[in-house]
């Protein structure tokens, strides 16, 4: 399970996010033609856009997963009639999302406002189903490959527009809403190919109301788990905004939080590999022997995950004084590492999600997520005013880890559980580590040398020694 697991992640990681790791190694090309006020407009409006995006879908993909992992062999017909609901709703949603978008846009860049509504807004209507189910289809077949050219090939297109339209045109903020519209309408061809022709899931626009009112009552408590990666992480530029921070500020906040997206983007990998690995073993029939698999599992991503965002928040000002050309954003990379290092809620996170979403306890899910983004919101009007801009990356950190914890106490957790996963001592861990990283981060190179060679040390003996239990599950 281990090598197949491992080989999974590597084809999402070394064929999908290799365009996005060329999108970081371009930083140093594109951030001489770009300010802090180009960051601040692409960061307020994307913190709209996600919004909306985030109450699109419905919640409707975590019914598509159950369909397909209950009856493999006739998921589609249920597919086809969701994937036909979701692209009428889509129409009608996508002229709201362009009237929004059209009134948020800051002053900064009111000139452009109707383009940027427009090449946010277009995708949205016509290209998020055809998305959602073919990265669906191919992560729960267990065929990773497919997705992962589809994704490399729209993610170099994406990269090379970024840097034609910044680097060359010299269209500031302009040159990413470009390239992100052209991006997607060139993955929407391709999996237009991969899911109808080849797979025959042609959206049923005569659908079945009942069907679609059955999914709903599913779906829809899903929607406040899913704005909570909003409310957490790309809501703070929102709500910069409406405190009227200086768009040059909430520019400064948007390239630190930036790296907490590239390391999310980039152990999406490991959790696409992961989920379905979950759902095995959290069948019913799997039993206790299950349940230890996703624990050895779930230990493993911990571990590798704590690592990972230890050292690269350890060498976070080196990060930014080699990819960030511009003195004035360089001055991010205290924000990047608490940032960063709230991302270790996600191992913990997976293991309790998937036992609920398997065990249809959707309605559940908002107790985890929606209090921890609605309390990131609070706190940061609350804080913001008195702590500066700041304090959005301190709250950021705190409901990252409420999200990858809080699901341990509910009482459906508890009576599916069969395994403990020891979170307190797992969340003691990160805290610990956020703080060593944070007061060590301006040491000099050769003692962050020394120590990151301490650290991968341990970390191989770790799993070495522990060999026999990781390949286990």
């Not at 519209?181 to 993955?187: A, E, I, M, R």
């Not at 954003?329 to 609920?356: C, H, K, S």
Request: aromatic share 16%; with cysteine.
């Amino acid at each position: 399970m281990l090598r197949k697991l491992l080989s999974h992640a590597a084809i999402y990681g070394l064929s999908a996010q290799l365009p996005r790791l060329a999108g970081v190694l371009v930083l140093p090309v594109i951030t001489r033609y770009l300010t802090t006020t180009d960051y601040g407009v692409a960061g307020v409006v994307t913190a709209y856009a996600s919004a909306l995006l985030m109450l699109q879908s419905l919640g409707l993909s975590v019914v598509l997963t159950n369909t397909y992992a209950r009856h493999p062999d006739k998921y589609s017909w249920v597919w086809r009639q969701l994937n036909g609901f979701i692209s009428l709703f889509s129409l009608g949603y996508g002229l709201l999302m362009i009237t929004v978008l059209y009134l948020v846009v800051p002053p900064e860049a009111h000139e452009h406002r109707l383009w940027i509504a427009l090449l946010y807004s277009l995708p949205a209507m016509l290209f998020v189903s055809t998305e959602m189910q073919t990265s669906l289809y191919y992560q729960l077949s267990q065929r990773p490959l497919p997705l992962a050219v589809r994704a490399f090939v729209v993610g170099a297109v994406t990269v090379a527009l970024n840097v034609y339209t910044i680097a060359y045109l010299r269209m500031g903020y302009m040159g990413w809403f470009y390239a992100n519209f052209f991006g997607q309408l060139f993955g929407f061809v391709v999996n237009c190919y991969s899911l109808y022709f080849r797979q025959g899931l042609w959206p049923i626009f005569n659908f079945k109301w009942y069907r679609v009112r059955s999914a709903l009552k599913i779906a829809l408590p899903v929607v406040p788990h899913n704005m909570s990666f909003f409310l957490m992480d790309t809501s703070d530029r929102l709500v910069l905004d409406v405190l009227r921070v200086p768009l040059a500020r909430i520019g400064l906040y948007n390239v630190a939080s930036s790296f907490g997206t590239y390391f999310m983007i980039a152990s999406s990998a490991i959790v696409q590999a992961a989920s379905p690995f979950y759902l095995q073993f959290y069948k019913q029939e799997a039993g206790e022997q299950g349940a230890m698999q996703a624990r050895r599992m779930t230990f493993a991503l911990q571990i590798l995950f704590l690592v990972a965002t230890t050292i690269g928040s350890l060498w976070m000002k080196e990060i930014f004084s080699l990819l960030i050309k511009n003195k004035d954003l360089q001055q991010a990379y205290t924000l990047a590492i608490i940032i960063l290092m709230g991302y270790n809620f996600r191992p913990m996170y997976l293991a309790v999600m998937n036992l609920l979403v398997y065990r249809e306890n959707t309605n559940k899910l908002w107790r985890i997520s929606a209090v921890a983004g609605v309390g990131n919101v609070l706190l940061n009007f609350i804080l913001v005013p008195v702590f500066g801009f700041q304090a959005a990356a301190f709250t950021t950190f705190a409901a990252l880890m409420y999200m990858g914890y809080a699901g341990f106490l509910l009482k459906e957790y508890k009576q599916a559980a069969l395994v403990k996963l020891y979170p307190l001592v797992w969340l003691s861990i990160t805290v610990a580590a956020l703080l060593v990283v944070y007061n060590l981060a301006d040491m000099v190179m050769i003692s962050k040398v020394w120590l990151t060679g301490g650290v991968s040390i341990a970390f191989g003996l770790l799993a070495y020694f522990n060999r026999n239990k990781i390949n286990g599950f």
